[in-house]
């Protein structure tokens, strides 16, 4: 099997990361307490694990629930939650509310995002709404006596949609908003949104003095404690669910274990002068090449075959390289067919499959 993986790896799941620790932004006693904004999602709530098992404490936020309809018990019975996790009610719409989370915090990590693939509303709403969210927030970052750095996530999509054709992109690339606005593909104004956002988070940090770096991870695949399937997780396993013809959005994706993406997070959070991008995805494969690894370790999902998934001609995705991330000395724990026995053995322990 000819996987592109421009990354060497290892299968060793437990190196540590802590190369950077003593030099750390972080030197106070202990750990520190950091911010998470959006800690209900695939991400921040895995960024919050990670977090409490490495000996933080942390602040998140999440949207007003007036009806207590929501339950978030997936967060608050985390190991070490109930002596080291605090849950504010905050909303982009109004970036003051996140004040008080941000408060005391040695760092934050800006994962909350509006998410609005199907264009129910104007581009151009979208995307203020998202600035506006994010530079409230770093408005309040400004403001405090305690912060030394913000990490933003990004998406890989603010990085690939152009018209060139590179096969592989560093953080120099740009996805092209005009492009967006013209062809108006699947999710385009969240694409439009995430870049532009990242765009005016990176210039905030440069013209106000504030210490912001941006990690962009691309399509994150593995095991959630969130309670519903993550939309990453479920669109790269179509054939497992059973919806291919609606769920094929490329012949080849770029993928990356939320486990590597939390641990980035906190890797940029650590280390004592990251600058800049950094993009986040070691593994770039086609669906047949994932059915492959999947059917060899799981025959008993007899994966249909489709002449829409078998041999695709989708977008060809490029390789969002992750050399700089590498070089800074960040290393990535999972192997591709890890990454995919993490997921599938999650989604089967939670009813799912």
Excluded at 240 to 269: C, N, T
Aim: net charge neutral; proline share 5%.
């Amino acid at each position: 099997m000819n996987i592109n993986i421009h990354t060497k790896l290892t299968n060793t799941k437990h190196k540590s990361e802590k190369t950077f620790c003593k030099k750390s932004v972080i030197m106070a006693e202990g750990k520190g307490r950091v911010c998470v904004t959006g800690g209900t999602g695939f991400i921040g709530s895995w960024i919050i694990k990670t977090l409490l098992e490495d000996g933080y404490t942390v602040n998140t936020t999440v949207r007003a629930d007036p009806g207590k309809k929501r339950d978030i018990s997936f967060l608050t019975n985390l190991p070490g939650a109930s002596e080291k996790l605090k849950i504010f009610t905050a909303d982009l719409s109004k970036p003051e509310s996140f004040n008080e989370a941000i408060e005391g915090c040695v760092g934050i990590f800006h994962t909350a995002t509006p998410m609005d693939f199907t264009v129910s509303e104007p581009e151009e709403i979208v995307t203020e709404r998202t600035i506006d969210g994010a530079l409230g927030i770093l408005k309040a970052c400004k403001n405090s006596k305690t912060l030394k750095r913000v990490v933003y996530t990004s998406s890989g999509s603010a990085v690939y949609y152009q018209e060139k054709e590179d096969d592989v992109m560093d953080e120099s690339y740009w996805s092209d908003v005009n492009l967006l606005r013209k062809l108006k593909p699947f999710a385009w104004s969240y694409v439009a949104s995430k870049t532009l956002a990242e765009k005016a988070v990176l210039e905030y940090g440069k013209e106000n003095g504030l210490d912001i770096v941006t990690l962009i991870p691309s399509f994150v695949v593995g095991p959630f404690v969130c309670p519903k399937i993550p939309g990453s997780v479920y669109a790269s396993l179509p054939f497992i669910f059973g919806d291919i013809e609606k769920k094929l959005m490329a012949s080849r994706m770029h993928m990356v274990h939320v486990d590597d993406v939390a641990r980035a997070h906190i890797f940029l959070l650590e280390h004592p002068n990251p600058k800049g991008r950094f993009n986040c995805s070691p593994f770039i494969a086609t669906y047949d090449e994932i059915i492959d690894i999947i059917s060899s370790k799981y025959p008993e999902f007899q994966i249909p075959k489709s002449k829409v998934l078998m041999g695709a001609k989708g977008p060809m995705l490029p390789h969002l390289t992750s050399k700089k991330i590498m070089d800074a000395g960040f290393e990535f724990k999972y192997s591709i067919e890890e990454m995919f026995e993490d997921t599938i053995e999650c989604c089967k322990g939670k009813g799912f499959l």
